[in-house]
């Protein structure tokens, strides 16, 4: 079996219901299926999704506080009062703080805006930027995207004669901030049913209050905040994001159109995507290495010459950006994989570093990365050996709330903020470790089982026949995609690979052929260079992924992006009459799980999670110490096929186990390599139980041991255990007729029946064959199809029946698996392997 990466969350809406949604919409059933996963069955909500324009706009009067911001502001324009915009430094702080500006100045006030060097001030209001703001002489500081939790910065604002309008969208504090006014839906008393907008979003909806209506104009940079920010792209986000998108594609102030430019798009071309993945990282990338303050440059440039000189300059940040993740990354990983588990062996739960000389603006994307790659929790420290101060972010996983974890570690930080998913704090090195061991003692007491393995959502099942242009092009009146609402996941279940190539510099990539039922896809695997192996031709898959349109040279042609695959399948690789002796042939198999035999590694087998990979099931006792002696010490887990409670001659301590205890420490292993076969019922059975006890296993290489006997005789007459009677005859010809036609493959109908009956792959075509003989079934060249109302005949009056029973009674059913010719073996193997994943 291939398991999937990730959890599986297939869809649970009536079909039905997807249905009765096409034919009322006038929309395809992938649209219509997609709609109502996503609980918006009813016409009235599925089209109030799909139109999302500005009548769907909530009132900002609504928000807590909202009137009396604008009041305030209203007053300071009024009065020609100096006003300070105090934004932050990353994207959504950036287009929040262009966004207030332009708002001012639309507005006539006097006003600048300030925002803070992230590594010498961190986030959010501080003392000495107030201070420069009184000596300035501002009487009026509006904040954008940061405030929530400043009350001592906000206090001492007051004692300066300095009011303050917060606009923020964090999660609040229990202990709010006295200030004129604090707009942020987020507020326990805050009636507003929209809790999702980011900073740009909240500033969009002030614009709206001091307008008397909304401001359309205004939506292309909310559109950015929103979408960088990764707020969900649903109610009021949806329609921003969607009136954004529609401004920049039309027109582009000329930073917008600049930034799409160097970042290799058209803008009218741009889209949530390319927001999210192109422009955005760029706009991030002034304030992770230099100041912020130049994205918010570019932003408000007036003319073309000026806002791609600085486009150009905040490319060349990214780049640099990129190239120290890069370094940070593997500095990182390479500190958590010495340090993953506490001094007496348990793994931690959650990741906590701190290095002298890291960047702090870039220990957010670090940590991201360390979540993709171990899924657990992760805080990335950028230590100051000078202050003893540790600044960074940290990043969580799907169930578990970051910032309710951070809360109940408060004493350890001298600040913090944030929201479920991601948080940024401060805090002294000397509580780095502490600070370790209680979020590690949260994460496991807060995060269940399943929890530990990533989930996707699937959002509908579909043929490859239903994956259509039409299709596609009815998928897409669901952008904008993102967080929220990301692009619809498709499952397609039993697709059979057809052939598949490597793409890209050093193979890194793969492209793949499936087909089912007749028809054809292509899948694009980016990453998946390593596991073409697995993907391999001929073997049946279920596949998950995203359809979209390839265009070339004019024609366009559906692709799905393949993100995750899984397979019942397994390898069987019989080496038994290949003359190599069988260390030879472990030592090769090692070798490619990166094990060399000889080295001082006494744990080399293992995987980054601590699991072996590869694992020897030895037949006979003789096997078991001759493997022990040489790869025991590398750490490859040894099993052995006997139901025996006495210890092994000569052996003892570990060794000295029953054979049930031997076999049970490799069940959680990909690759086996069985050296030699047990001959004996007991010794089969051992097998037979570990098979069907190991859903994680992907490959079998059958090895010799002593002298291998190799059957070439007919499967049909090799297989072991008995032969079907009359009543597993019925019960294949049920399946038939409830198939009605199918291809003859072993990898289709044939391997499904073997699945669902137990019976082996050769025995099924066995049976098939004597249904063709008898009538049963109509057979063209691969086609075969179900006769209805056949005349009735007794198995007797088939050739093929007669000739297997008989064939059948010559072999003992008790024969050894070493007699097994390489198919019969194979289709034992799979059958035992297969009851395991049902």
Request: net charge negative; proline share 4%.
């Amino acid at each position: 079996m291939i398991k999937s990466k990730y959890r599986w969350d297939m869809p649970k809406a009536d079909e039905s219901e997807s249905a009765k949604l096409a034919e009322k919409l006038g929309i395809d059933r992938l649209t219509a299926a997609v709609l109502a996963e996503r609980g918006r069955a009813s016409r009235e909500l599925a089209e109030a999704f799909l139109v999302a324009d500005e009548s769907g706009l909530l009132d900002p009067f609504a928000m807590k506080d909202m009137k009396a911001a604008a009041d305030r502001i209203s007053r300071a324009v009024a009065d020609g009062e100096f006003i300070r915009v105090y934004g932050d430094y990353d994207a959504d702080g950036v287009t929040s703080t262009a966004l207030m500006t332009r708002l001012l100045a639309k507005l006539g006030a006097r006003y600048d805006y300030y925002i803070p060097h992230r590594s010498r001030e961190g986030y959010g209001l501080n003392v000495g930027a107030i201070d420069s703001a009184a000596e300035a002489g501002v009487k009026l500081i509006v904040t954008v995207d940061n405030g929530i939790s400043a009350v001592q910065q906000i206090a001492h604002a007051a004692s300066l004669g300095i009011d303050v309008v917060v606009t923020d969208h964090h999660e609040p504090p229990e202990t709010l901030p006295e200030a004129v006014a604090l707009v942020n839906p987020k507020q326990k008393d805050c009636p507003y049913p929209f809790k999702g907008l980011c900073g740009a979003g909240v500033v969009f909806k002030l614009a709206h209050a001091m307008f008397g209506g909304p401001v359309p104009e205004f939506a292309d940079l909310a559109a950015i905040g929103t979408i960088a920010d990764l707020m969900p792209l649903e109610g009021e986000n949806r329609i921003i994001a969607k009136l954004g998108l529609e401004l920049m594609r039309r027109e582009p102030v000329p930073g917008i159109a600049a930034l799409a430019k160097v970042s290799g798009a058209k803008a009218e071309e741009l889209s949530s995507g390319r927001i999210a993945f192109s422009l955005a990282p760029r706009l991030n990338a002034g304030g992770r290495l230099e100041h912020a303050g130049i994205a918010v440059k570019l932003l408000l440039a007036e003319e073309a010459e000026e806002a791609e000189e600085i486009a150009a300059e905040l490319d060349r940040l990214n780049v640099e950006r990129q190239e120290l993740v890069e370094r940070t990354t593997a500095e990182a990983d390479a500190m958590w994989r010495a340090a993953s588990a506490f001094p007496d062996g348990r793994p931690r739960k959650a990741i906590v570093l701190a290095k002298e000389g890291w960047n702090a603006g870039i220990a957010g994307l670090v940590a991201s990365k360390l979540v993709e790659r171990y899924y657990m929790p992760a805080i990335v420290l950028a230590w100051d050996e000078t202050t003893g101060m540790c600044k960074g972010s940290a990043r969580s996983i799907e169930g578990f709330d970051l910032f309710a974890a951070l809360t109940a570690c408060v004493d350890l930080m001298d600040h913090f903020g944030g929201h479920q998913a991601a948080a940024g704090m401060t805090l002294e090195a000397a509580k780095v470790e502490a600070l370790g061991e209680r979020l590690h003692g949260l994460a496991e007491e807060r995060i269940s089982e399943e929890d530990w393995q990533p989930k996707r959502r699937v959002d509908l099942k579909a043929s490859i026949r239903e994956a259509t242009l039409a299709a596609i092009d009815g998928l897409s009146k669901l952008e904008p995609f993102g967080n929220g609402n990301p692009t619809p996941r498709v499952a397609i279940l039993g697709a059979v690979a057809k052939e598949s190539r490597t793409m890209g510099k050093e193979g890194k990539h793969l492209r793949v052929t499936f087909e089912q039922d007749g028809r054809t896809i292509e899948a694009v695997a980016f990453g998946m260079g390593e596991e073409r192996v697995r993907l391999a031709e001929g073997v049946r898959y279920d596949l998950l992924g995203e359809l979209n349109v390839n265009e070339w040279n004019g024609n366009r042609k559906v692709q799905m992006m393949l993100k995750d695959y899984r397979s019942d399948h397994l390898f069987v690789h019989d080496r038994r009459a290949s003359g190599q002796s069988w260390t030879s042939a472990v030592d090769q198999l090692l070798a490619r799980e990166g094990i060399a035999v000889g080295s001082n590694a006494a744990d080399d087998s293992r995987t980054a999670g601590g699991e072996a990979s590869f694992a020897l099931l030895c037949a006979t006792d003789e096997a078991y110490r001759e493997a022990q002696e040489r790869y025991g010490a590398h750490g490859v887990p040894i099993g052995l096929c006997a139901d025996v409670s006495e210890p092994i001659e000569g052996m003892a301590g570990e060794i000295a186990a029953t054979g049930e205890e031997r076999q049970g420490s490799v069940r959680k292993c990909r690759h086996v390599a069985l050296v030699g076969l047990p001959d004996d019922e007991r010794g089969k059975a051992v097998l037979r139980r570990w098979l069907m006890s190991s859903p994680d296993l992907e490959s079998a290489t059958v090895l010799a041991f002593g002298e291998s006997s190799v059957s070439s005789a007919p499967a049909s007459s090799s297989e072991p255990g008995e032969f079907p009677e009359r009543k597993h005859f019925a019960e294949i010809y049920s399946l038939c007729r409830t198939k009605v036609s199918w291809l003859d493959s072993p990898d289709g109908f044939l391997r499904e029946s073997a699945l669902n009956t137990g019976w082996p792959l050769a025995t099924v075509r066995m049976m098939h064959d004597v249904f063709i003989e008898l009538g049963f079934i109509a057979a063209n060249g691969a086609s075969r199809k179900f006769v209805a109302n056949a005349p009735k005949r007794d198995l007797d009056q088939s050739a093929r029946y007669r000739k297997a029973r008989d064939g059948a009674a010559v072999e003992p059913a008790a024969r050894g698996l070493s007699a097994l010719s390489p198919e019969a073996l194979k289709g034992w193997l799979e059958v035992c392997h297969a009851s395991a994943n049902r």
